[in-house]
């Protein structure tokens, strides 16, 4: 089979709370195993992949530490400069597990499965990261227009930043005062996608649409308090990162 003409269907953006699904293997590689589906989202916009186990019908496990999309196609979508869509999702299996590799093959059917807590963990992080954004562009608008990047890990979230101008402590308490009284409102999250491309997704909160295909959750209070801090990255780089250790995992919404 053609490589560019294998896709795998992405079951996360179907329903975000599921959490296995059965799939067929494609393709096996030296350290990983491709499926022509999963429920498990890869390394993309600065968040972290899922982890999880693919199980065969004989009941052969293995463990994945890391999913990564490939073969995608590079198009042209307003607001969305970078966007990579298609493609196939390699599920990188755990380094003690590859000796059972051998005992897959392509067709062969398994279930994948993602572990629960690092996602509803993923999902919460990347929508804390969303309230500071909205925050910092009333506050600091010159330093969202300069963004260099962010990393959404299970515990943090942060944002790079060009600027001219540091971020003052004052601008700070600011920043942080608006993003909590965002988790304080309770405001409703919506994730859909871009009408004519299903992998360009938005995020949508009290009127701001920021263009997003990360995972999230659906309510601004299960973020809870919010500590936002800043770290000078060399001359004209800061970074704004945010802790939210008073979060709520909703981890019993989900499903298989």
């Known amino acids: ?10 079951l996360y953006y179907d329903d975000a709370y599921l959490c296995k699904c059965p799939a067929r293997i494609t393709k096996i590689g030296s350290d990983y195993i491709e499926l022509d589906a999963t429920v498990a989202y890869p390394e993309g916009g600065g968040q972290e992949s899922d982890h999880g186990f693919i199980v065969s019908i004989d009941g052969i496990g293995v463990r994945f530490i890391h999913a990564r999309k490939v073969y995608t196609t590079k198009i042209n979508i307003h607001d969305f400069p970078d966007i990579r869509v298609d493609g196939v999702i390699e599920h990188v299996v755990h ?32 929508t804390a990261s969303h309230l500071i954004y909205m925050a910092i562009s009333k ?19 942060r944002f790079d930043f060009a600027v001219e101008d540091r971020v003052s402590p004052e601008q700070l ?84």
């Open 1 to 10: 089979m053609d490589k560019f003409k294998r896709t795998t269907r992405k």
């Open 95 to 126: 380094e003690e597990d590859r000796e059972l590799l051998g005992q897959f093959h392509a067709g062969m059917e398994v279930v994948v499965q993602i572990d629960v807590r690092r996602r509803a963990c993923l999902s919460l992080s990347h």
């Open 139 to 157: 506050v600091r608008p010159d330093a969202v227009a300069r963004t260099l990047g962010c990393h959404i890990g299970t515990g943090t979230a």
């Open 173 to 256: 308490a600011e920043i942080e005062r608006l993003a909590n009284a965002l988790v304080r409102r309770n405001s409703t999250i919506r994730v859909y996608p871009h009408p004519e491309h299903a992998d360009a997704r938005y995020w949508e909160c009290e009127g701001e649409v920021i263009p997003c295909g990360g995972t999230h959750i659906d309510s601004t209070a299960l973020v809870g308090r919010l500590i936002v801090r800043r770290k000078s990255m060399g001359k004209g780089k800061e970074r704004i990162a945010c802790e939210f250790s008073d979060a709520v995992l909703k981890t019993e919404a989900y499903h298989s």
